[in-house]
């Protein structure tokens, strides 16, 4: 099988481009969508009640999660609520559009429940809880979705993502004039799932295709080394992995994204646009320069002559966005606060107040985050030279006589990182005990922004090969992160979770660790 990418981009550009003005001219499916979401900070207020929740159900968990999306920052905020003896809950979070959509959890039932919170009005709600631990919406007041939308929508979007193309056709060696109309047709189907469910509303509908196709622009398209590389290893041994290498696509592939339509509104309910935005700023071929003390006007003409053509439009959303996540990124790649220039900028541009606001708050916390950072006391720790299956053997070892947190996570895994926000407050109330936490996490991650990012997180930290990551996973019967592993001071797993429990539930699990 050849391990030719076929990036050739010469006289095939004129097939691609034709290509994919067939694709762009296609008619999507319109949806009647929901109400347009504008930048605009404040406060979503969510209450309600579980109308058959016992107090015995504390043992399995006794608390709700809130997950909502922050198109600014690029940061889904995660928040947590304890359940009340009569069932009542109520959040109130801070978002940074007047309309969100959001993703209410617990362990008392199976689903993600997707609920549409503003700024305007407070969204009440109530659950019913059946004997198969699913939850039924009752009644709600302030929804624009229905009862069927909150409960299912995500289940919907759970079969787009794992539904199988009938074709086994290998993408790793194919040419791109071949491999852009291929992935363009493969999404489209999926998209059909959405379309032809009958339980869901045009606007839940609207929804998740737009959070897949995010997703799948995020996965296949942005991340296309990566992408080839599984897809290498899934028609090859897996041993054979090191033996391909992903040619990088050059600027004609990113014409691609004019499909995506990156100035459509609606996108500002869903958590990966930020996560385009943060991408599109870091790829390497489009090449878009760190935003600096440069005035965002001209900062945006030098990104428009780079990238216009692909995007479709030099003026929209998207380039307001694409500025305010260029200072962002500046706050987490390099935890710098802006200068007075910068601030004068920023002031000066954005027609929007509440993107001018979002980014001066931001600031306000990089400064007191730097703060932090001269005071946190983190270790970077060598991996000790053993095969794999030793490796945590190895590691546990060292710190034989304390009790053992594992944090298995990536910098790349926003789950990871709201879980280790929820976690500060957990840790915080057994400094001094007698644990130690270990931070694992491997070549995913990329090194200098790892580093980086550990200056503010304290405990040790280990960098493995995505060799030896993976096997610690595999071999605790672990499929995904964030994971924790608990060991007791004999250097003995005493329980395992994968996902962030919740801060109560790590409490728990904490305190009977300690208690061994």
């Not at 500025?323 to 606060?337: C, D, G, H, M, R």
């Amino acid at each position: 099988m050849s391990l030719n990418n076929g990036f050739k981009f010469s006289s095939l550009q004129i097939i691609l481009f034709g290509v994919f003005t067939f694709f762009i001219s296609c008619k999507p499916v319109i949806y009647e969508e929901l109400p347009k979401p504008v930048v605009e900070p404040g406060q979503a207020i969510l209450s309600g009640r579980i109308l058959n929740f016992q107090l015995d159900q504390e043992e399995t968990g006794s608390t709700l999660s809130l997950a909502v999306p922050n198109p600014v920052t690029a940061e889904p905020g995660y928040f947590e609520t304890t359940i009340n003896a009569d069932g009542s809950f109520r959040f109130e979070v801070p978002v940074e559009c007047n309309k969100i959509i959001g993703g209410l959890n617990s362990s008392l039932f199976n689903q993600t429940i997707l609920v549409n919170l503003t700024t305007i009005n407070e969204v009440l709600l109530e659950l019913n809880i059946d004997k198969n631990d699913n939850a039924i919406v009752s009644s709600s007041e302030g929804m624009e979705f229905s009862s069927d939308d909150m409960v299912y929508s995500l289940e919907t979007l759970g079969k787009m993502i794992h539904h199988v193309s009938p074709e086994r056709i290998p993408r790793y060696n194919m040419l791109i004039e071949d491999f852009i109309p291929f992935e363009i047709k493969s999404l489209e189907r999926k998209l059909d799932i959405a379309k032809n469910d009958t339980a869901l509303s045009d606007q839940a509908k609207a929804f998740i295709t737009n959070e897949f196709k995010l997703l799948y622009l995020d996965i296949r398209f942005l991340d296309y080394a990566d992408a080839m590389k599984l897809d290498f290893i899934k028609y090859n041994d897996y041993e054979d992995w090191d033996k391909f290498t992903a040619v990088e696509p050059d600027m004609s592939y990113y014409s691609l994204l004019e499909y995506f339509d990156l100035n459509n509104p609606h996108y500002l309910y869903n958590e990966g646009y930020a996560k385009i935005l943060q991408k599109i700023l870091a790829n390497s071929t489009l090449n878009i320069p760190p935003i600096m003390d440069t005035s965002v006007e001209d900062w945006l003409k030098d990104v428009k002559k780079k990238i216009a053509a692909c995007i479709g439009s030099d003026k929209g959303l998207f380039y307001d966005l694409l500025a305010a996540n260029a200072y962002v990124k500046q706050f987490n790649s390099e935890l710098k606060p802006l200068t007075d220039r910068q601030k004068e900028n920023i002031i000066k541009y954005f027609k929007n107040e509440g993107i001018t606001k979002i980014l001066i708050k931001k600031n306000e916390e990089i400064i007191k985050l730097v703060e932090k950072q001269l005071q946190t006391r983190s270790n970077l720790i060598n991996t000790p030279f053993v095969p794999k299956e030793n490796l945590m053997d190895s590691i546990i070892y060292e710190y034989k006589g304390k009790s053992i947190l594992v944090d298995l996570w990536a910098t790349w895994c926003a789950p990871c990182l709201d879980a280790m926000t929820a976690n500060e407050k957990v840790l915080q109330e057994i400094k001094g005990e007698n644990i130690v936490i270990l931070y694992i996490t491997d070549s995913t991650s990329p090194r200098k922004l790892w580093e980086q990012k550990i200056k503010l997180i304290e405990g040790e930290h280990y960098y493995l090969t995505s060799y030896e990551f993976n096997s610690i996973l595999e071999s605790n019967g672990l499929t995904g992160i964030p994971s924790y592993l608990f060991y007791d001071k004999n250097g003995n797993l005493l329980s395992k979770t994968q996902g962030y429990p919740g801060q109560i539930k790590m409490k728990e699990m904490i305190k009977d660790l300690l208690q061994k």
